[in-house]
Structure formats: C-alpha cells, structure tokens
C-alpha cells in the first residue's frame, strides 16, 4: 500500500465547482479502482480501470468522471452534477493476473462549502 | 452480480478471547477472498487473503476459512488485544472486480 498515493488529503469544494483528486502509484499495477466511503459505510466501487485508456462504471458512477491517460495515474473528478458529495474517497490499484491483491492510498475527504 | 454480506455489523468482545467475522457469497465464480482492517480516517489494509483452492490460512493470531460448498468465507481473530479495534471488511473477487462486505466495527475490551 506504501505506493499508492493520493492528494490532497482534505478537499472542499464550492456549489457548482468541479474538482479533481488525485491517484498516483508506482507499483506497475494495470488496475485502478475508485470507491467512495461514508460514515459508518462499506466501500461502492465509482469507477474502475484494467489499462490505459480504457475504464468502466462502478456502481455508482453518476456525476463521477475518471481518465486513464498513463498506467500510473487514475485522477477522478467530481462534477458540479454530483449533488451530495461529501466522503471519503479512496484510489486502490492492482495487478490483472496473478495474486490479485488490491491495495489502497491514504483516502482523500472530500466537504461541501 | 455477485453479493457478498458480512457479518456481525457490530462486535464487541473481552481481551484475550477470540472475534468470528463471517462472510457469504453468492457467485461460485468468485475466487479469491481478502479481508481488510481500517482503523479510524484510514486506509483500508490487507491483513490475510486466501484462494478459492485452500480452504485454511493461518497467518499468527489470524486466520480465514473457506467453505466453497456452503460460499461463505471466515475471519478468526485469537488472543484479541485493544489494537485489534478496527473496522473489518471481507470482500470476494471474479477477475478484477472486488465485491465488499459492509463491515465489522469491532471492539476489543481491555
């Protein structure tokens, strides 16, 4: 888990903004994953990604918008259209064969202004 | 899809004695069976995993069964202490999607 990293550690974020945060991991991992987590709350999967370029729609994926333009990198945005958004956000990664272990960043929390 | 339920929600026991956390799965294609502890405004980490072909791993006061069969899956915690207190999640996988339970708070009383 030491090389996931995610920022910024505390986010807030204006009526209408979007804002972005961001994941980052140097373990060679081909998949990404972003769950978002409430209080008291289990993990629902926002969006996830098995190569660049390429991601699909977690459950709960609605005012959510991700890329994958590098192996290393899965930013997430959160759009003006996500009308409650306020929780923890955790970036995790992969690998896509083998032990297929997901390790998880530090979470970035997200509050509404 | 697949559904994974956890229980207890809740789980409060003595130091020193042990925690049971239990978990079911709906889908047989599921094969491999992580768990996670999170502590607090923390990340969730990996504390045992187990394959669909072992049905037992012990790793020191930790362990996790599989029953295929019945597709449900344990957490056993032994000698409990207070840094045991965490959330504890189970989650099943198909490929590389990650099904999660919804977690056990669990207190360890010293």
């Known amino acids: 888990d030491g090389g996931i990293t995610q920022s910024p550690k505390y986010l807030f974020r204006k009526e209408g903004q979007n804002v972005t945060l961001s994941c980052e991991q140097n373990l060679n991992h081909d998949a990404m994953y972003w769950y978002r987590q409430d209080p008291g709350q289990g993990l629902r999967l926002i969006y996830y990604s098995q190569i660049v370029n390429d991601f699909q729609k977690g459950d709960i994926a609605e005012g959510y918008s991700v890329s994958r333009e590098k192996k290393e990198s899965f930013p997430l945005t959160v759009t003006s259209a996500q009308k409650n958004p306020t929780a923890f956000y955790l970036c995790a990664s992969s690998k896509t064969s083998g032990v297929l272990a997901q390790y998880f960043g530090p979470g970035t929390r997200l509050l509404v202004l | 899809g697949e559904n994974v339920e956890q229980h207890p929600s809740t789980l409060s026991v003595q130091e020193g004695d042990s925690a049971v956390i239990k978990c079911t799965y709906s889908?047989?294609?599921?094969?491999?069976f992580p768990w996670y502890k999170q502590e607090l405004g923390k990340r969730p980490q990996l504390i045992i995993d187990i394959r669909s072909n072992v049905g037992e791993k012990k790793d020191q006061r930790i362990a996790v069964t599989l029953n295929k069969t019945a597709k449900h899956f344990s957490l056993h915690i032994t000698e409990t202490q207070p840094e045991d207190s965490a959330v504890y999640f189970c989650a099943a996988s198909i490929g590389v999607q990650f099904y999660f339970g919804t977690g056990t708070s669990l207190t360890v009383i010293p």
């Open positions: 889908d047989s294609a599921s094969n491999y």
